[in-house]
């Protein structure tokens, strides 16, 4: 007979909007022991395993903070119900809560506030943070749905259990224990043969909202920007992020995130939301699974009109479980740009021709410290406008402009100094030929595990490396000898730079940025590591920087210790750079 051993789910708090995928083992008739599926469709042996969700109404539903999903409410912001926001995202646990999250509440939300509810005697509006207070109480934070006439209400019926069908709970379901039953059933009287093996969740929470982040105008404007495409003929934007890949996201790496912020069910939606809100034309995104780009960004992110291209890295990694693989994904509006070509670089490929010239020995141990497995994917797009519509020399209707893109991620070790620029190295003059073959607009974006100052960084943002540079004395096999060919010629210039200049807004985001470098402080805070290793470069000679998206402090991204955080869900941040083309002009 067909029977349950037991039932699990791999996070231990649902979170709307978040799929719930039990794992379900049985065992079959004949005594093997299976996770497959085994519909009514397609039973075994005149059996089949039914399966069905029920949301606990006799519990009481408990209203949680927007901010720490893990603590009862005992406020709630009533500007934020007046305005007509999501009800989850009005509730606060204590009075710090609520004024910590205050200068975050979204501005259009209130200014509808403002506008709908006249200001009080005292000049507040409702839920503003005043000496009294400005929230409501929530009572007891606590209530019984239906009147708690019924103990338990199903969810949506009966359905066979399988990975394709996982149940994900709803905003209604916040603050409710879920049940799952499953049960074996015989087939020809469609009866229970045993007790149903049951499984009680946590409660349901809602998903946190991250901090919004707006656009910071450069080049002497003011303001601050929403986000949106790069401001139509002439300008693009484009998006480079580390989104860590799971099978590095473990919990002995950070133990500080909750589990059920690291798990993938919940990232995966957290991610995507944050890539949709930055509504990007291009995006080079970096630690991309690819069993996971295969099956949710690639789709995911066609559905909302863009093309991608993906190149995995040259080995595997062992999880524990499975064999994963993670690699460099680049995705570009089909509106806006079409692919003409794309080139793949294999650093390993480069270590390989390296050491044929090598003695037997040194060529062992060249390619010992030299085959890392890392990987550059570099696309050449055409705009499907005509740019800025004259050509800057001739003064001739414009042909569609195009433009080359590369994304890489380069080596982590930090041992390896020389590892990592000669991979940069090795990028740099494969550029370097292309743009000998066509004179067009470059960037070069990505993680280049290396930090301001660093080797690889003076070489890309400067075209040359110092012969007295410190990290040149890490050059075991003799591969950066001369120093005078480290250098490129490729007018290449750090986006965040360009915050050296502009208004009052960059003033202020350039207090979270080195001085002495000119760029971020940080864009990947862990506990161990706070320091700066993304960059987008770009060539300054056929491209101007608008705006940027702005750079978060300290006390933002240390909030819940590090990152990643139940809030932003890698433990890199996301660069935005809005692009604008300069009138062709010759190299």
């Not at 709307?16 to 085994?38: Q, S």
């Not at 209604?172 to 499984?199: F, M, N, R, Y």
């Not at 402009?401 to 020389?418: S, Y």
């Not at 000669?422 to 974006?445: C, F, N, R, Y």
Request: charged fraction near 25%.
């Amino acid at each position: 007979m067909l029977s349950v051993l037991r039932v699990h789910l791999p996070s231990d708090i649902p979170i709307a909007g978040c799929e719930l995928c039990p794992y379900v083992l049985l065992r079959k008739p004949d005594g093997t022991i299976t996770t497959e599926d085994i519909p009514d469709t397609n039973p075994i042996d005149g059996y089949y395993i039914r399966c069905r969700w029920y949301r606990v109404q006799s519990d009481k539903r408990v209203a949680v903070c927007s901010v720490h999903p893990n603590e009862p409410a005992t406020l709630q912001c009533l500007g934020c119900v007046k305005a007509k926001l999501p009800i989850a995202r009005s509730y606060h646990c204590s009075p710090l809560c609520f004024q910590s999250a205050w200068p975050r509440h979204p501005r259009a939300a209130l200014a509808r506030a403002r506008r709908q509810h006249p200001r009080s005697s005292d000049g507040t509006i409702p839920g503003e943070i005043s000496a009294g207070g400005g929230a409501a109480g929530v009572g007891g934070g606590q209530r019984r749905e239906n009147g708690g006439a019924a103990e338990e209400e199903e969810l949506f019926g009966k359905f066979n259990m399988g990975r394709g069908k996982p149940y994900t709970p709803s905003t209604d379901d916040v603050g409710h224990v879920l049940k799952l039953e499953c049960v074996p059933i015989e087939a020809a009287t469609g009866l229970p043969v045993a007790p149903p093996s049951t499984l009680l969740t946590s409660r349901v929470i809602p998903a946190p909202s991250p901090t919004p982040r707006r656009m910071v105008a450069v080049g002497g404007g003011e303001g601050e920007g929403q986000m949106g495409g790069g401001g139509g003929r002439g300008g693009f934007t484009l998006l480079s992020y580390n989104v860590l890949a799971d099978l590095y996201a473990t919990s002995e790496m950070y133990s500080y995130c909750p589990p059920w912020a690291l798990s993938w069910a919940y990232r995966k939606q957290n991610l995507l939301r944050e890539l949709l809100g930055y509504r990007a034309d291009i995006m080079c995104l970096q630690e991309v699974q690819s069993d996971h780009f295969e099956e949710f960004f690639g789709p995911e992110l066609e559905k909302q009109g863009y093309a991608s291209v993906f190149k995995k890295k040259t080995a595997e990694v062992y999880t524990g479980t499975a064999y994963a693989i993670d690699g460099c994904a680049t995705f570009f509006r089909r509106d806006r740009f079409s692919l003409v070509k794309k080139y793949e670089v294999e650093f390993n490929k480069a270590a390989l021709s390296l050491s044929e010239a090598l003695a037997p020995p040194t060529k062992k141990a060249a390619l010992n410290r030299l085959l890392k497995d890392n990987v550059a994917l570099i696309v050449v797009l055409e705009a499907r406008d005509a740019g800025d519509g004259k050509d800057g020399a001739s003064g001739a209707p414009a042909k569609r402009q195009l433009l080359c893109v590369a994304n890489t991620h380069i080596h982590a070790n930090p041992e390896l100094k020389d590892v990592k620029l000669w991979q940069v190295h090795t990028l740099l003059k494969g550029l370097e030929k292309i743009a000998a073959s066509a004179d067009i607009p470059m960037l070069v974006a990505g993680d280049f595990n290396s930090v301001p100052g660093s080797a690889p960084h003076s070489l890309l943002a400067t075209g040359r490396v110092d012969a007295n540079h410190p990290e040149l004395a890490t050059d075991p096999l003799g591969i950066l000898r001369p120093a005078s060919k480290l250098c490129h010629q490729l007018p290449l210039v750090s986006a965040y730079a360009s915050l050296s200049r502009g208004g009052s807004v960059a003033e202020r985001q350039r207090r979270r940025m080195d001085a002495s470098s000119s760029e971020p402080l940080f864009t990947n805070v862990t506990r161990d590591f706070m320091g700066t290793l993304d960059y987008v470069f770009y060539t300054a000679d056929s491209l101007s920087v608008e705006s940027l998206l702005e750079l978060l402090d300290e006390d933002t991204v240390r909030k819940d210790t590090a990152l990643p955080s139940p809030e932003w869900s890698s433990d890199h941040l996301a660069l935005l750079t809005e692009f604008r083309y300069k009138p062709r002009m010759r190299r």
